[in-house]
């Protein structure tokens, strides 16, 4: 049996970033994954300024595919909105592999089964023992299974389904466009072009209101579709995959003993966008805090909306003219 002091379960980034922030304060730490890495990760790999922040990053230095765009293209109906803010794409295939690597945390391939409370830690599958157990393994994270469900479990209101694809695609249009509430969608479906010719389109809604109102994703993927043909990605030929996850909810119980649960594994996706990257970042950084400086683990600073900073970023003109000046992928138009 192999002892750690923290053993994080889950390399998304929740779990790398909570790996960098304890192995930068020299914490011995060890975090399982079930996938080798790089790994696919069905998202749309939108970013904020604000996890850019969080993590330390220079949009400019990063080594993998990365846009910034200047705007954001909103649309209700027939109505566009142009969205003058700073935001990032990145392939979240290169992204957590990066971010795990960064972090400088030793990564085995173990799918966890079991966890067992045992005095003031952990055993795991019988074949590892920790003091501190954070659970970082996003929808269907097994320290949220064994040890948090029953307390808090996460709204089944709140859950959202998507469908989505990745391509290789000589893309033309070069901004971010957000389709909502289209043909009755409780949600929205989107088209992010990544850099070095890569594709992003999809569409999300919350699952429960879809079933109420007898539609089905894949008939908003139908319609989607539909309307790229005949618009920004004429001949795109599409093989999606679905994938649920949480909006964030009444999230009250995110530590219990030395176990903790961070992003996805919480649900704290954001209510208006479902970003769950920035939210999964902050939270496996609060958790390391918690860890190093023997400080409680709260959610306070991690939002549980996007469309505030989004706003704020508009009228943050020294903001946007620092970052536009690092802009990566494309001129500003
Ligand atoms: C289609 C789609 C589009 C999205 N688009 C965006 C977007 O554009 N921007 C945004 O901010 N958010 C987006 N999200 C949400 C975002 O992807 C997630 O919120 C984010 O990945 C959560 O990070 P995490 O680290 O908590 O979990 P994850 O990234 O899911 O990582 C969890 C890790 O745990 C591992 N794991 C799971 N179970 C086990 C086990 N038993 N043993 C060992 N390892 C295990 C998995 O292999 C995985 O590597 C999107 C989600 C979807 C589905």
Redesign the pocket.
Known sequence: MRSVEVLI???????SSAAWKLRRAGRDVLL????RFP?L???????TPEAVQDLGMDVRAYPHSLITYPRLRMHFGRLQLPVPCVQHSIR?FEF?AWLLERSGVEVLE????QIVPDGEGYRIDDAFRCRYLIG???????VYRTLFRELNPRASELQLV?L?HEIRYDWQERDCHLWFFGHGLPGYSWY?PKERGWLNV?V?GIAARMKKSGHDIREHWGYLTQALEGGFAPGAQYDPTG?S?FLRGNVEVVRRGNAFI????AGL?TRDL???????IRS?LRAAQAITEAAPYELGDVSGTSLKSIVRSMFDRTARAGALAGLRGHAPG
Do not use: F, S
Not at 9 to 15: C, D, L, N, S, T
Not at 274 to 280: D, K, L, R, V
């Open positions: 379960i889950g390399g998304g980034p929740a779990g399982l994954d079930r996938e790994r990760k069905l998202c749309a790999g939108w970013i979240r957590d173990h799918n966890v089964r970082a393994g996003g929808t269907r994270c097994p998507t989505e992010v999809g999300g994938y996850y961070t992003g996805d594994a996706a479902g970003e769950g990257i920035g939210p999964a496996g």
